[in-house]
């Protein structure tokens, strides 16, 4: 079955350096992916959207490559802040007009 | 103010009450969906819509029912809940079809508990 992945355990990192997050896809090509921040109890936020046929986008200091060889996206914040603190999710299409998402994974920025 | 809407916010149920969680949103957008959102799972679509009186099942549909017979609102149905439907809810819409790549806008979250 069509999967999205991303790791599951938190990442910690110490403010000021790049945080990077991973997104796999198993079983299928996605034509784009979407990478959104969730807060605790709160409602996902879209953040980037990266399509197949883009290397890299760019926002601030946030940016997403979509590696179709790899079949993966990262997610970079670079100089990163204790407020980015939160849990990141990756967001493909499905099967039909299905939606799905990774599992997110958590970021903890550090002072 | 662009926003999505879901009612109530928190809801403490027991076992075979049948409950509707209320979902509307004002930007006249075409796709709207329901999620679930539990620990170590992830968010997993129940339901979605892709136009008025259109709607497909998603990965979780089991135990639930929605309707959509006007644009803005897009319901959530228990008909017979259960202790396993404990969890945290979203409903979210976007401009097109979901397949066109298009941003989702999410509410705030229902949070159920069935006892």
């Known amino acids: 079955s069509q999967k999205i992945e991303q790791n599951s355990e938190a990442l910690n990192i110490q403010e000021g350096k790049t945080a990077t997050l991973t997104c796999n896809y198993t079983?299928?090509?996605?034509?784009?992916l979407q990478w959104y921040r969730q807060d605790p109890g709160r409602g996902p936020v879209f953040l980037l959207l990266?399509?197949?046929?883009?290397k890299e986008k760019r926002k601030e200091r946030l940016k997403v490559t979509f590696d179709t060889t790899l079949k993966q996206s990262l997610f970079h914040i670079t100089a990163s802040q204790p407020a980015d603190s939160a849990t990141y999710l990756c967001?493909?299409?499905?099967?039909?007009?299905?939606?799905?998402f990774g599992g997110g994974t958590r970021l903890m920025v550090k002072p | 103010e662009a926003q999505v809407t879901q009612n109530p916010r928190y809801l403490i149920t027991v076992t075979g009450k049948k409950l509707t969680v209320t979902c509307s949103q004002n930007?006249?957008?075409?796709?709207m969906s329901w999620y679930r959102q539990d620990p170590g799972l992830g968010l997993r679509q129940i339901y979605y819509s892709m136009n008025v009186e259109v709607t497909d099942k998603g990965d979780v549909p089991e135990g639930y029912k929605v309707s959509r017979k006007e644009k803005r609102n897009f319901p959530l149905i228990l008909e017979s809940p259960s202790p396993n439907q404990t969890s945290l809810y979203f409903c979210?819409?976007?401009?097109?079809?979901?397949?066109?790549?298009?941003?989702?806008?999410f509410g705030p979250g229902t949070r159920l508990t069935v006892l």
């Open positions: 079983n299928y090509s996605p034509a784009y």
């Open positions: 990266i399509r197949e046929n883009e």
């Open positions: 930007m006249n957008h075409e796709y």
């Open positions: 979210a819409s976007s401009p097109g079809s979901g397949g066109a790549a298009d941003t989702q806008y």
């Open positions: 967001e493909g299409p499905n099967a039909g007009n299905m939606l799905t």
